[in-house]
């Protein structure tokens, strides 16, 4: 079955350490998206990549970089959490050509105490 | 830039009530939209997509919407809502060659049994 996994899914760490979020999909997209998500405001693009060893900073300033070293696999690294840093982080893919959506996955829930 | 507006942030219908959830852009060009659904905790699925042709389209679960270029409006439609339709809604728009995309601020929906 296709789809696009996000792991983990919560995550409370403490400032200062160093995590990775990781985002896979079985679907072979080229195309791959992170978003931030504060509770209950709108999405933010925050990286994108247009395939392998592809990435673009997206409209919000992020702190976070990102790496494409797998057509499947698009991790996102913050070296050094602050509390600022605490959101929602949404990965995306979507197949190529102009016409096709964006499909999400669920989500990871960051807490930085 | 493109900017899209949900100038409703909360709206609350009964059950078998007709529902119209606003969208209005802001783009040059002709515009790829689009409307997700996000119930709590979950990522973003898609309902409905626009990129040319018949102005209304439809969607999954009883969705349609509505491009009017004059009015530079996508709105969501839904003839008889249902209570498991409670869930935040964002309009978004499309842009780029990596077709990142740009949200609303989205539009909480609460029914009422």
């Known amino acids: 079955e296709a789809d696009i996994y996000q792991t983990p899914r919560y995550l409370v760490i403490g400032t200062g350490k160093k995590i990775t979020l990781e985002c896979s999909q079985t679907?072979?997209?080229?195309?791959m998206y992170w978003y931030q998500q504060d509770p209950g405001m709108e999405l933010h693009l925050i990286h994108y990549?247009?395939?392998?060893?592809?990435?673009e900073k997206g409209d919000l300033s992020s702190e976070s970089t990102v790496s494409r070293i797998r057509t499947e696999h698009f991790p996102l690294t913050l070296e050094s959490a602050r509390p600022s840093h605490t959101s929602q982080y949404l990965c995306?893919?979507?197949?190529?050509?102009?016409?096709?959506?964006?499909?999400f996955g669920p989500g990871t829930r960051l807490t930085v105490l | 830039a493109q900017s899209v507006t949900q100038p409703d942030i909360h709206i609350t219908v009964s059950e078998g009530a007709s529902l119209e959830l606003r969208c209005n852009y802001s783009y040059g060009a002709t515009p790829y939209l689009f409307w997700y659904v996000q119930s709590p905790g979950q990522g973003l699925q898609l309902l409905l997509k626009y990129f040319s042709g018949d102005t209304l389209v439809q969607g999954i679960k009883g969705f349609e919407a509505e491009f009017k270029r004059s009015q530079s409006s996508f709105n969501l439609r839904k003839p008889s809502v249902h209570w498991s339709d409670a869930a935040e809604y964002f309009c978004a728009v499309g842009e780029g060659s990596a077709r990142q995309l740009t949200f609303g601020s989205g539009t909480q929906l609460t029914v009422l049994p």
């Open positions: 990549s247009y395939g392998v060893n592809s990435t």
């Open positions: 679907m072979g997209h080229d195309k």
């Open positions: 995306a893919s979507r197949a190529g050509g102009p016409h096709n959506e964006q499909f």
